[in-house]
Every structure is written in C-alpha cells, then in structure tokens.
C-alpha cells in the first residue's frame, strides 16, 4: 500500500470532509436475528469488511448482546452498497443517518 | 483446490431432502430475511430486490445440486471454494425461512441455544428442526474448512 505525501493527504482529507458535509456521515448498522450462526456472522464481517478476528468477535457480540451494531460510518452510497452485501449474506443491515456530524 | 467430503446417513438426511426443497420453492419469490430498505425510491427498491433473489436463487440451487446422484448413491457431498460461499449462504437462507415457516413457535432463547424439547414436537416441527440443524452442520463444517477461501475471494 502507498502512503500519500502530506500535500496530496490535506487535499483529499479537505475534499473528503466536503463531501461528507454535503451529504451527511451514515451509518451501516447491523441488527440481531436469532438464526444466524455467530461464527458464520465474523465470517461474514470478516470477509465484507477485512475485520480481523477481534474486531469481527467485538462487533458479532455486539450484535448478539446489545441487538445492534454500527460496523461502517461514512458517505451514503457507500453504506448502501454496504448494506446490499450484507443483504446477499441474509443478514439484517440498515443505513441510518449520523446525527452526531 | 480445497475440497472436502462428507459421507452424510442416507435414512437420516434424505427424508429432510423434501422440506429443504419446499422452503427452497418458496425462496425464489421471496428474501429468506425481510429488509427494511428506508426511504429510497420504489424504482430502486425493486432493482435491489431483484438481485438480491436473483442471488438467493442461484446459492439455492447450489445447495440443492449437491443431492445428486452421488449422494444417493454414496451418501457423499463435496464441498471446494466455488460452491462454498454460494453453499453457506443458502444455508443461512433455508434457516431464515425454516425459522419463518415452522418454527416460529419456538421462542429465541430456545432457538440459539438449541434446548428444545423434540418430544412435544409435532412431526412436520421436528423434521424441521432437523433440517435447521443439519444445515447449521453443513454451515459450520464450511466455516471450519473452507473459510479462509470464501474470505478471500
């Protein structure tokens, strides 16, 4: 992977905060179904997002403990195609709107 | 290629075969998990839609496809890295649909845990429950083998 030198890091870090300025932070929420296999869950997680291990065990738990968990946060159109994927995966994912940004 | 096989009981799972079949009809008209898709546009809701049973369609038929004559004959199903992830996720469709269809009367906690009492079962929620089970088995027995390449791929 490339690191970007630090004029070309501001430049995009500026477009990139315009952007989500413009159309909101949204996040990818994934909800509890009593079906699901954890482990199949992480795999899932893992595969969608690159999760490691932990992270894809802290956020499957989330999801089994708490009924939820926001596992993206970012532009719209993104968290839709988030969402969809999750979707092919018969897993309950919705997109909702950040209030916090 | 990563391929494993499973020698599975011909008495015990063939009779299975018939509900996996039914619900698997009833999936090509319908997700296997109901989506609450928000406020976009009807257009757009259908296209998604769409796909998403155009997908759920070809994993079923995957899943199906490995009842062929070799398992009726051996008692054998294959598992690689192309019907793996197509295999996996029918799996999770069917249990959606077997939780929706049949076992509905089970409460959640039951479920997860799988403490049911089999005997206050009727027969048509008992093969079911078997069904669930079994492709729990084949989901976990992916899992366990073949993750690695589903995640990677």
Known sequence: MTRAGPKDSSSTETISHTELKLSGVWRVVVLNDPVNLMSYVMMVFKKIFGFSETVARRHMLEVHEQGRSVVWSGLREKAEAYVYTLQQWHLTAVVESDETH | ?153
């Open chain 2, 1 to 153: 290629m990563k391929r494993i096989e499973v020698k599975l009981s011909l008495p015990v799972v063939a009779p299975l075969l018939d509900v996996i079949r039914q619900l698997a009809d009833g999936l090509g008209q319908k997700l296997a998990a109901p989506q609450d898709l928000g406020d976009i546009d009807q257009e757009f809701r259908d296209a998604w839609v769409g796909d998403l049973l155009e997908g759920q369609n070809k994993d079923v038929k995957a899943l199906l496809a490995l009842f062929d004559d070799e398992f009726f004959a051996e008692g054998i199903v294959a598992f690689d890295e192309e019907n793996a992830e197509p295999i996996v996720r029918a799996c999770a469709a069917v249990r959606l649909r077997l939780r929706e269809v049949y076992l509905k009367g089970l409460d959640d906690d039951a479920l997860e845990g799988g403490e049911v009492e089999l005997e206050q079962m009727s027969e048509a929620v008992r093969k079911a429950f078997m069904c669930y089970l079994f492709l729990a088995t084949v989901q976990e027995l992916i899992i366990q083998h073949l993750d690695s390449s589903i995640i990677e791929s």
